[in-house]
């Protein structure tokens, strides 16, 4: 207890925060141990890592998340997730029925919104998302730092603007709408900027037209394109 007293001043927690910490770790220990019989995992105690596997359609990236997880999971406590596709916000849900609702019934005036002709409706969508995947890096991030490996399937990269990045584009032409997507291309760039770079990243890397033979799922341009 000396000792402790001596040495307070370097903890992360005050004394009493450490010791109902203790409490509380070797309560749920017990409860994992005794009555739900799961086994207890090992955490890194200077924190974890935040793992990245990006690549084209059909390069095999869910395949090596699932398999590193598999494996490390027996040990460490392991998460996975996909940040290309994170779970959806309330926001997120209305935004995109809206934008349903409106192409079904627009594609019969003219008056869809699609990637190539976006509108308010898909440029808010494009927002919804970027702020998904920042909700869902903020948690994974804390995880990480709280000593788990975090292994993420796709990933917000610069340098890769064709699937996770900001779509928003400037228009040119009217001063009013330019400005009003200028307003809106800010904020989607204001949650990608807070997505900072993962501990570690694996790139994998397959042609084309082995992905297309690979990607079934999909049409084969929309994969040959991505791939590319």
Known sequence: QRLEKELAVYGRLSRFSEKMTRLIRWFSFMVRRLIIRKKALK???NGGALIAIIGGDGAGKTTCV???????SKKFETKRC???KPPKSFSTLLIAGLLKVKNKFGSI???SETEAKP????NLRWICTARDRFRLYRKIRRQASNGAIVICDRYPVSNISLMDSPKIKIESGDE?????????SRIENYYYRQIIS????????VEPYIAVVRKTDESRTHVFTRSS
Do not use: A
Request: charged share 20%; glycine share 10%.
């Open 43 to 45: 955490k890194f105690e």
């Open 66 to 72: 699932n398999e590193i997880y598999s494996w490390l």
């Open 82 to 84: 996909h940040l290309g």
């Open 109 to 111: 005036v003219g008056d």
């Open 119 to 122: 509108g308010l409706l898909q």
């Open 176 to 184: 009013k709408s330019s400005k009003g997507t200028y307003l809106l």
């Open 198 to 205: 993962p501990d570690y990243m694996f790139v994998l890397r």
